[in-house]
């Protein structure tokens, strides 16, 4: 088309300022008021005195991108310059959270922004509070993503980040009566100052049609696709930079629109409406992200989605990123395609088919390519959470990809009968095509097949899934399977959200550790210190005192900083046991109004969740439900004096997490053996001085390694002990039957009790866990409740806990992303830094 790419002036500029490289505005009061005012004025168009706090904010945020820009064009001056080797992270989700901060604490900007910004009169906190997170994630496996480009930007290591830039990212959760109700996230209706669109640097990207077969002229069979339909890929490009280094790294997300051509075919037509619903077509793709954990929905506009970011991250690094003329059998040398879960994985066939069908490549060359240019991360352990996509709609939507992964999978399967004749079992077992309940494409096959490398994201997880998920695959393939250890970033989730405990740790070890974060190791003498373990202290009742004001701003309700903090934040899913947890509260509340025990002879607790339920994952929001109607009772119940208090607020996201957590004295990881991957919640939470009660399940493994037993509360049963109770035949209503407390909490609830006598309104939760209880939540309960326990006693005795809580700080640098993404760079990628 006209609008063509534009491609960089083609005449040598002559004036001093062009030549010069782009220059910071001045890092000072002055120099940062000027450039905000300049903002505010010709930004926004509107003066300081009639300017809105969406103005100020929107003014503020550009104003901070002007002080990254000139390192933000040198940083992609050199990768382009250098050519060095770099990371191309394929991921569907990114999520983010707030990125002001962020951005503050990655310039240094922070002291001199508050101070110009109060000198206008203007309050930084206000600003703060007017963004809306890009929530452009489901939990764990999208927040783990944005770890990792902050760690590869803060460590110099060259990566761009691929992913979909969703007009609405999670929902919002409400409560109506205490019932999850979903609302439309929409996060760019104030304006998105953090991103730059690039409308030039759009991808075309097909789909449907038919692919045809035919002979080249230099005599070679070759085929080629065909496309029924296509729409338009166009970049959105957001900095992410590195934590005061001078590198700023990239996001590429990208917006499907309607490509121009089809709008003018049908303009000229003369049918507008149709040129309006090709539009409306054509935008969906990246409307909304899917908001199911766990479980991948097997629609269609999924497979979209999914095609579409990565065919055109693939084009896009083809295109921008390699120099005229490169010789694609370098490709290897140049990057590596790291593939976040199956997602991504029909960038596979999508590169076979760019170098195949465009360029021209022999099968084999490709194949060769093809397997050193990608790596395959598995984040699950749940069958049901393995995507696979039917041979039918996979066919229909991408015909030559299904062709590809067909021949892929036969010289796969010849290879295994090579090594195995006769095996029919083990060929059929390991084909990439699935042929019941219909065939389809198993999705993490494929990738395992492809990748250099095949890792899980704990030592546990990684185990697991040789051991498991895919054991001939690893038998196949000596070598491919590896683990990397999920970490967190310590600049957001210590240094910015918890600001009053990394001045503690700074003062007593000095600087350094944000970026080295195994130096927190210097902090174990001072476990014994009185003096830091009464700052220590003082610390964390900020931190409540602090979720007190937002919690009592947002939803109306209080913590009280006298009260141990007992906090279960993150998707809800059974697997995971929020209802487990929920027997134990219970069960505190029975021990009350039974008059088992006196009220004021219990540590007084309050119990915070945060969780969403998938939209249409029924139980998960009767369970939702279920915790509402037991809170309220609780709360208001006299005879309780106050002692439990149970607070849902709703929503919970990035913005949240990063004030509760480090108000937490307790952390509940509970899932059961053998389900949970790995968890990244529960490395934030030690690194906030929170003690965990947890199972022997995904990095819990390793935190308890770590902090050492005496500071960890295990409870239940191990994976292998699972396994056998399920192959004996779990019968939950025996635990039922034997456990008298057990029965009790059960009971109330089936009873009414939190229900206002409505014996229905919990009949299937209280159903779901006596006959089914496919997660051992009744196994686990007799073992949960003792470690319980042991926490009520442990925390009475103040210096012991202070004391465990700092060793959980001062053992777990090891959970920094920063090191997870030294263990990807030393197995998988060898990528080395390039300054
Ligand atoms: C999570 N997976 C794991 N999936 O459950 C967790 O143990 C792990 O710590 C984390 O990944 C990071 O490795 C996860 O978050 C999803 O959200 C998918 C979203 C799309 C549908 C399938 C689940």
Partial sequence: TATAESRPTKRKPTHALALAPVGSPPSSVDGFVKEFLRELNFGQGVALSTSTVNDQYMALAKTVRHYLMARWLETLRRQFQSQAKGVAYL????????????????????????????????????????????????????????????????????????????????????????????????????????????????????????????????????????????????????????????????????????????????????????????QTYAENISKVLYPEDSTPQGKELRLQQQYFFVAASIADLLRYLLPKDYDLHNLPNRVIFQLNDTHPVIGVPELMRVLVDEKKMDWDEAWAITQQCFAYTCHTLLPEALEVWPVELLGRLLPRHLEIIYRINEEFLEQVAER??????????????????????????????????????????????????????????????????????????????????????????GVGWLTDLERLRELEPYATDEEFRERFREVKAHNKRRLNRVLEQRDGTSVDDTHMLDVMVKRLHEYKRQTLKLLHIVTEYDRIISGEVAAADITPRTFIFGAKAAPGYKIAKDIIHLINGVGSVVNSDPRVEGRLKVLFPPNYNVTLAEKVIPAADLSEQISLAGKEASGTGNMKFALNGALTIGTDDGANVEIRRLVKDDNFFLFGLLEPEVEDLYARGYVPSSYYEKNESLKRAIDLIAEGAFSNGDRDMYASVVGNLLHEDRFMALADYESYIEAQDKVAAAYADTEWWTRAAILNVARCGFFSSDRSMRDYIDRIWHTPPAY
């Fill in 91 to 278: 991921s569907a989700e990114y999520l983010l959270g707030r990125q002001l901060g962020n951005a503050l604490l990655a310039t240094g900007l922070t002291e001199i922004v508050e101070e110009g910004l109060d000198q206008c009169g203007i309050d930084l906190a206000d600003l703060r509070a007017q963004e809306v997170e890009p929530g452009l994630g489901n939990g764990g496996l999208g927040r783990l993503a944005a770890c990792f480009i902050d760690s590869l930007a803060t460590m110099n290591v060259p990566c761009v980040g691929y992913g979909i830039r969703y007009q609405y990212g999670i929902f919002r959760q409400t409560f109506v009566d205490g019932r999850q109700v979903e609302q439309p996230d929409s996060w760019l209706t104030l304006g998105a100052p953090w991103e730059f669109p690039h409308p030039e640097a759009a991808q075309t990207i097909n789909f449907g049609g038919h692919t045809e077969h035919y002979t080249d002229t230099d005599g070679v069979e070759r085929s080629r696709w065909v496309p029924g339909w296509k729409v338009k890929a166009v970049p959105y490009n957001y900095m992410v930079p590195g934590y005061q280094n001078g590198r700023v790294n990239t996001l590429r997300l990208w917006r499907s629109v309607a490509t121009d051509a089809f709008d003018l075919r049908i303009f000229n037509s003369g049918d507008y409406e149709e040129a309006v619903r090709a």
């Fill in 420 to 509: 195995f004749p006769g095996d029919h079992l083990r060929i059929s077992r390991m084909s990439i095509i699935a042929e019941f309940p219909e065939r389809a494409v198993r999705m993490a096959y494929l990738a395992t097949v492809a990748g250099a490398k095949v890792n899980g994201v704990a030592e546990l997880h990684s185990q697991l899934l040789r051991d498991k998920v895919l054991p001939d695959f690893d038998e196949f393939y000596p070598g491919k399977f590896t683990n990397v250890t999920n970490g967190v970033t310590p600049r957001r989730f210590v240094k910015l959200a918890n600001p009053a405990l990394s001045e503690l740790i700074t003062d007593a070890i």
